[in-house]
Nanobody, 125 residues
Framework: QVQLVESGGRSVQAGGSLRLSCVAS????????MGWFRQPPGKEREGVAG????????YSLTVPKGRFTISQDEAKHTVYLQMNNLQPEDTAMYYC??????????????????WGRGTQVTVSS
């Protein structure tokens, strides 16, 4: 059974930093790309960033360039999202996802094969 478990979300002040983590278990090598989506209050879920075991990665155009960094620890089956200089508009539920390609992070279809339950990030001004 595939499980993606996120952690690291909490409430912070604007300008603060957070590092989200997602640990995968039961996942096959065919789903070798993992990453993050987020859903702000009252809005649709959107891609944030994805990374694959071959090192390829992508960031969504909606993500402020330079403030978010995705990384992974393959040995720990873990993907991270470092978020710096957080702003109130970054407030969202952040979801971990896994798929065989970076396709879900480039477009809304296909959706990722697997989803985590999410971790809440709240940024106050």
């Amino acid at each position: 059974q595939v499980q993606l478990v996120e952690s690291g979300g909490r409430s912070v002040q604007a300008g603060g930093s957070l590092r989200l983590s997602c640990v995968a278990s039961g996942i096959s090598d065919s789903n070798n790309c993992m990453g993050w989506f987020r859903q702000p209050p009252g809005k649709e879920r959107e891609g944030v960033a994805g990374i694959c075991t071959d090192g390829s990665h992508t960031y969504s155009l909606t993500v402020p360039k330079g403030r978010f960094t995705i990384s992974q620890d393959e040995a720990k089956h873990t993907v991270y999202l470092q978020m710096n200089n957080l702003q109130p508009e970054d407030t969202a539920m952040y979801y971990c996802a896994a798929h065989g390609t970076l396709g879900p992070w480039f477009s809304k279809a296909p959706p990722p094969s697997y989803w985590g339950r999410g971790t809440q990030v709240t940024v106050s001004s």
